[in-house]
């Protein structure tokens, strides 16, 4: 039987996901996509806590924070082609001119 | 002309400045016309105001101007009334009127004179620039109506005479000295010093005892005074006659005279011998009314001119410079002025004064033109046969010596005759007999100098026989003049007992108002009868000490070697008067060497005290500043250096933390987050 907690626990699980990709990954897109995989964790979350106590606030905030990841997944393409334009490949670990 | 008096010493002036600023651009002609010209206005105004002096009533005769307010001086003492207030005034009355016909007459013959004498000269300018301001410094000292007016007169005379002496000032002037002209002139100025300081202390004590300054003021406050403040009229008395020692040239200040033999001969003729010397004498005169009162005071005047009447005599016998012997006798006869003056015949002194103007001016000028024609040369003992040569000047000089030495008829006897008159009705025998004696000495010094620059063999080089000739017109016209003066000035004092019982002494009688009171030798003389035949016998005494003093000089000078003869056998005593007592020398052990001592003494002190301390003051600093050095490099400057380089250091290490990589910062955020909600877990 599912259970809100069963969907927290993936939530969870896709959050850790997310990180090991955020923090793991050269390639700057697979990094964005690993990102996108956070926010839908959180997504989740909000969904699961909506069901746990009966109210709708959480449902609404999901789709919220759906459109908010649409435009910054929109900025974070922007920002990989300027990258990509200046730079032969867009792998994030040779992006590092605050170095000391 | 009475109100214009202030432009007599003013003309001078003017034309000083003019040949001062301007005088090295005009023509030589110019400047000697400027000069010549300014002094012959005073001549003129003087003449003009002395002759309206002369028509006022005989009580009358005095004129007093003021210019301008000077110094108004608060009280002198606390409560002291009003104070002291000194008025830039100008007097004239007949004291002052004798010395301004003296000063401007035979300054400007000299003016005349010096234009042709320095024809070849440089710096025309300038020396007659000091020329006029000396006539101005003179005229101010003659007619100033107080006596710091005459004081500034007296300076600025003293001023020019320093000038005037040190002209040539790059000239050696003194081979047994070894002094230069200038050195020659610093002395006469130093000298004067001496007595300039006596002068100011009598004149302030004056000042601060009776409230003025002004000649009148001071005169009836003496009369009024009745003898209280006797001691102190005796020694102001003595401290101006301090004064008139130094400018007068008299024992113990008469040194510097001698020496001021090395400015040009016009200048000798006019400062050292006709005018500025005789100012002594005149404030003397002008301050009998103090003298009167302070009969001591009266009695040192007596002592010290008789001395120096007779010592100055005798130096001027072994002096062979012809203008050291005319100056030794300005010096004498200078002491005679005094002499006269002390023993109460201040009328003696005036009329000495004036006669000795001319001829000592004609003797100054005439030694002038032979040093003119012998192209420099002063020593008489390479002189010699000049009266073919210079006939004008051989005459006119033989009128000057015959004038200063008595002989009956020419100026000299005249005056010298009252002086002796004088001497002896007041009951001074030691003075008469002083003077007597200096009478003979004069007239044989006088008769050596004309006999061994005018007769006789020639003795100088060829060069200069053969340059040897008469001067120019421009100088023996004055010459001339001065020669007749030399006769006939004495005309005017004849006394009684030649004219029998008329009155012809015009000069005492035009003195009487001012120093009427003073003369006890005229009033004697002129009031009994009984004393003329013993006037005459001294009278006769005095023309045969004359004549023994030419006839002795004759015979010893006619014939060669025998004033060798002479001085060989008089032996220490030739030597004594050959090197003047060796007063010099003495001033210079006595004086000059303590001083230098003393001097030498305060250098010491100043470089090894004075410096010493500066050094020491120096060397503390420098240490001070050094270790203050040491400090801000090492403690201060270090204390910065180390944070700056802990700051570095630090920064080495921490800075590493700063990967840039977004992924680093990622990772440290997200255990960062973890610890925190692992804590805030814990926490509950």
Same mark, same amino acid.
């Given at each position: 039987?599912?259970?809100?907690?069963?969907?927290?626990?993936?939530?969870?699980?896709?959050?850790?996901?997310?990180?090991?990709?955020?923090?793991?990954?050269?390639?700057?897109?697979?990094?964005?996509?690993?990102?996108?995989?956070?926010?839908?964790?959180?997504?989740?979350?909000?969904?699961?806590?909506?069901?746990?106590?009966?109210?709708?606030?959480?449902?609404?905030?999901?789709?919220?924070?759906?459109?908010?990841?649409?435009?910054?997944?929109?900025?974070?393409?922007?920002?990989?082609?300027?990258?990509?334009?200046?730079?032969?490949?867009?792998?994030?670990?040779?992006?590092?001119?605050?170095?000391? | 002309?009475?109100?214009?008096?202030?432009?007599?010493?003013?003309?001078?002036?003017?034309?000083?400045?003019?040949?001062?600023?301007?005088?090295?651009?005009?023509?030589?002609?110019?400047?000697?016309?400027?000069?010549?010209?300014?002094?012959?206005?005073?001549?003129?105004?003087?003449?003009?105001?002395?002759?309206?002096?002369?028509?006022?009533?005989?009580?009358?005769?005095?004129?007093?101007?003021?210019?301008?307010?000077?110094?108004?001086?608060?009280?002198?003492?606390?409560?002291?009334?009003?104070?002291? /207030?000194?008025?830039?005034?100008?007097?004239?009355?007949?004291? &002052?009127?004798?010395?301004?016909?003296?000063?401007?007459?035979?300054?400007?013959?000299?003016?005349?004179?010096?234009?042709?004498?320095?024809?070849?000269?440089?710096?025309?300018?300038?020396?007659?620039?000091?020329?006029?301001? $000396?006539?101005?410094?003179?005229?101010?000292?003659?007619?100033?109506?107080?006596?710091?007016?005459?004081?500034?007169?007296?300076e600025g005379v003293g001023l020019c005479s320093y000038l005037l002496i040190g002209?040539?000032?790059?000239?050696?002037?003194?081979?047994?000295?070894?002094?230069?002209?200038a050195d020659a002139g610093r002395k006469a100025f130093l000298v004067n010093r001496v007595g300039d300081?006596?002068?100011?202390?009598?004149?302030?004590?004056?000042?601060?005892?009776?409230?003025?300054?002004?000649?009148?003021?001071?005169?009836?406050?003496?009369?009024? +005074?009745?003898?209280?403040?006797?001691?102190?009229?005796?020694?102001?008395?003595?401290?101006?006659?301090?004064?008139?020692?130094g400018k007068?040239?008299?024992?113990?200040l008469?040194?510097w005279?001698?020496d001021a033999?090395a400015g040009?001969?016009?200048? +000798?003729?006019?400062?050292?011998?006709?005018?500025?010397?005789?100012?002594?004498?005149?404030?003397?005169?002008?301050?009998?009314?103090?003298?009167?009162?302070?009969?001591?005071?009266?009695?040192?005047?007596?002592?010290?001119?008789?001395?120096?009447?007779?010592?100055?005599?005798?130096?001027?016998?072994?002096?062979?410079?012809?203008?050291?012997?005319?100056?030794?006798?300005?010096?004498?006869?200078?002491?005679?002025?005094?002499?006269?003056?002390?023993?109460?015949?201040?009328?003696?002194?005036?009329?000495?004064?004036?006669?000795?103007?001319?001829?000592?001016?004609?003797?100054?000028?005439?030694?002038?033109?032979?040093?003119?024609?012998?192209?420099?040369?002063?020593?008489?003992?390479?002189?010699?046969?000049?009266?073919?040569?210079?006939?004008?000047?051989?005459?006119?000089?033989?009128?000057?010596?015959?004038?200063?030495?008595?002989?009956?008829?020419?100026?000299?006897?005249? &005056?010298?005759?009252?002086?002796?008159?004088?001497?002896?009705?007041?009951?001074?025998?030691?003075?008469?007999?002083?003077?007597?004696?200096?009478?003979?000495?004069?007239?044989?010094?006088?008769?050596?100098?004309?006999?061994?620059?005018?007769?006789?063999?020639?003795?100088?080089?060829?060069?200069?026989?053969?340059?040897?000739?008469?001067?120019?017109?421009?100088?023996?016209?004055?010459?001339?003049?001065?020669?007749?003066?030399?006769?006939?000035?004495?005309?005017?004092?004849?006394?009684?007992?030649?004219?029998?019982?008329?009155?012809?002494?015009?000069?005492? &009688?035009?003195?009487?108002?001012?120093?009427?009171?003073?003369?006890?030798?005229?009033?004697?003389?002129?009031?009994?009868?009984?004393?003329?035949?013993?006037?005459?016998?001294?009278?006769?005494?005095?023309?045969?000490?004359?004549?023994?003093?030419?006839?002795?000089?004759?015979?010893?000078?006619?014939?060669?070697?025998?004033?060798?003869?002479?001085?060989?056998?008089?032996?220490?005593?030739?030597?004594?008067?050959?090197?003047?007592?060796?007063?010099?020398?003495?001033?210079?052990?006595? @004086?000059?060497?303590? $001083?230098?001592?003393?001097? /030498? @003494?305060?250098?010491?002190?100043?470089?090894?005290?004075?410096?010493?301390?500066?050094?020491?003051?120096?060397?503390?600093?420098?240490?001070?500043?050094?270790?203050?050095?040491?400090?801000?490099?090492?403690?201060?400057?270090?204390?910065?250096?180390?944070?700056?380089?802990?700051?570095?250091?630090? &920064?080495?290490?921490?800075?590493?933390?700063?990967?840039?990589?977004?992924?680093?910062?990622?990772?440290?955020?997200?255990?960062?987050? $973890?610890?925190?909600?692992?804590?805030?877990?814990?926490?509950?």
């Amino acid at each position: 039987m599912l259970t809100p907690t069963h969907v927290m626990l993936f939530s969870l699980v896709l959050f850790g996901i997310g990180i090991v990709g955020v923090l793991t990954r050269r390639n700057a897109i697979l990094v964005l996509m690993s990102i996108e995989l956070m926010f839908n964790a959180a997504n989740l979350n909000f969904v699961a806590f909506s069901w746990a106590m009966p109210e709708i606030a959480g449902q609404v905030f999901a789709v919220f924070t759906i459109c908010v990841a649409a435009g910054e997944v929109a900025i974070g393409l922007a920002i990989l082609i300027a990258l990509v334009r200046n730079r032969e490949n867009i792998h994030i670990d040779e992006v590092n001119l605050l170095k000391w | 002309m009475l109100e214009l008096i202030w432009l007599i010493p003013v003309l001078p002036l003017a034309g000083a400045l003019l040949n001062g600023l301007w005088g090295w651009r005009l023509s030589r002609r110019s400047v000697g016309l400027v000069a010549c010209g300014a002094v012959l206005l005073s001549l003129v105004v003087s003449a003009g105001a002395v002759w309206e002096l002369s028509r006022l009533p005989v009580e009358a005769r005095h004129f007093r101007t003021e210019v301008f307010g000077w110094m108004p001086l608060g009280p002198l003492q606390a409560g002291a009334g009003e104070g002291l /207030r000194v008025a830039w005034g100008f007097a004239l009355d007949p004291l &002052s009127a004798v010395m301004i016909l003296v000063v401007c007459g035979v300054g400007f013959l000299i003016h005349v004179y010096s234009v042709g004498y320095m024809a070849h000269e440089e710096g025309v300018g300038r020396f007659f620039t000091y020329l006029n301001l $000396f006539m101005a410094m003179m005229l101010m000292l003659v007619l100033g109506s107080n006596l710091l007016v005459m004081f500034v007169g007296w300076e600025g005379v003293g001023l020019c005479s320093y000038l005037l002496i040190g002209f040539f000032y790059d000239r050696p002037f003194d081979a047994r000295t070894g002094l230069t002209c200038a050195d020659a002139g610093r002395k006469a100025f130093l000298v004067n010093r001496v007595g300039d300081l006596g002068f100011l202390i009598g004149v302030l004590y004056l000042g601060l005892s009776f409230g003025t300054v002004e000649f009148g003021e001071l005169a009836e406050a003496v009369h009024g +005074s009745g003898g209280v403040s006797a001691g102190l009229l005796t020694g102001v008395g003595i401290l101006l006659f301090v004064g008139a020692c130094g400018k007068s040239a008299q024992i113990p200040l008469y040194v510097w005279l001698p020496d001021a033999m090395a400015g040009p001969t016009p200048v +000798s003729a006019l400062i050292h011998a006709a005018t500025m010397v005789t100012a002594g004498v005149y404030m003397v005169c002008r301050m009998t009314w103090l003298y009167a009162a302070a009969p001591e005071a009266m009695a040192v005047v007596a002592g010290v001119g008789a001395a120096t009447a007779f010592l100055a005599a005798t130096m001027g016998i072994a002096a062979t410079d012809i203008k050291k012997v005319l100056a030794y006798s300005t010096v004498s006869q200078l002491g005679y002025m005094f002499a006269a003056f002390g023993v109460g015949s201040g009328v003696g002194a005036m009329f000495h004064l004036t006669t000795h103007a001319f001829f000592k001016a004609l003797l100054f000028l005439g030694a002038g033109s032979v040093i003119h024609g012998m192209s420099g040369e002063q020593d008489i003992r390479r002189m010699g046969g000049l009266r073919r040569k210079m006939p004008t000047t051989y005459w006119t000089f033989l009128l000057g010596v015959l004038a200063i030495a008595g002989i009956p008829g020419f100026a000299g006897f005249f &005056s010298k005759d009252e002086i002796l008159w004088g001497a002896w009705s007041s009951g001074h025998l030691g003075v008469w007999l002083l003077l007597l004696l200096t009478a003979g000495l004069t007239a044989l010094y006088m008769t050596r100098l004309l006999w061994l620059v005018f007769f006789g063999e020639f003795r100088g080089s060829e060069e200069q026989r053969h340059h040897v000739h008469e001067s120019p017109r421009v100088m023996t016209v004055p010459l001339m003049v001065l020669g007749i003066l030399s006769v006939v000035g004495g005309w005017m004092g004849i006394p009684k007992v030649l004219t029998g019982g008329a009155d012809w002494n015009g000069f005492a &009688s035009w003195l009487a108002p001012v120093l009427g009171h003073h003369g006890g030798g005229e009033a004697a003389a002129a009031g009994s009868g009984h004393g003329a035949a013993l006037e005459l016998g001294l009278m006769l005494v005095a023309v045969v000490v004359a004549l023994a003093g030419i006839t002795g000089a004759a015979a010893v000078y006619r014939r060669l070697g025998v004033a060798e003869r002479v001085a060989k056998g008089l032996g220490p005593v030739y030597a004594l008067v050959r090197n003047l007592y060796w007063v010099d020398e003495l001033y210079d052990a006595l @004086l000059i060497r303590p $001083f230098y001592a003393l001097c /030498r @003494l305060a250098r010491t002190i100043d470089e090894r005290v004075v410096d010493g301390m500066v050094h020491a003051t120096r060397n503390v600093t420098l240490g001070l500043s050094y270790l203050s050095n040491t400090h801000d490099l090492w403690i201060v400057d270090g204390a910065v250096n180390l944070t700056g380089a802990t700051v570095r250091g630090a &920064s080495h290490v921490f800075r590493r933390l700063q990967t840039g990589s977004v992924q680093s910062y990622a990772t440290v955020m997200v255990f960062g987050a $973890f610890l925190l909600m692992v804590l805030y877990t814990l926490g509950r």
